[in-house]
């Protein structure tokens, strides 16, 4: 069964970091695009960073400069390193191939105290 675990994320303060991790099962991520995803209370999800099976990587403008994706081959998994958090980046945080989705997982909440 094809499957994404996150884990990670947290409570922090305003400036402060944390790192998200996915973990895939039954899908080898080097061999397609993964994404990690947001969605804030009331909003839509949205695609903050994404990387291809190239090692492409890609940002909104709203994380650029203070997130970065990488991918571990060995470990089949694809991080997320968030410095610099702010307050509006208070989401539940998820990760996901792209364009073809697998099922989602139950994400992770990333909490910024201002």
């Known amino acids: 069964q094809v499957q994404v675990v996150e884990s990670g994320g947290g409570l922090v303060q305003a400036g402060g970091s944390l790192r998200l991790s996915c973990a895939a099962s039954?899908?080898?991520?080097?061999?397609?695009?993964t994404g990690w995803y947001r969605q804030a209370p009331g909003k839509q999800r949205e695609l903050v960073a994404g990387i291809t099976r190239g090692g492409t990587t890609t940002y909104a403008d709203s994380v650029k400069g203070r997130f970065t994706i990488s991918r571990d081959n060995a470990k089949n998994t694809v991080s997320l390193q968030m410095n610099n958090l702010k307050a509006e980046d208070t989401a539940v945080y998820y990760c996901n191939t792209y364009p073809t989705s697998v099922n989602w997982g139950q994400g992770k909440q990333v909490t910024v105290s201002s």
């Open positions: 039954g899908v080898l991520l080097r061999f397609t695009n």
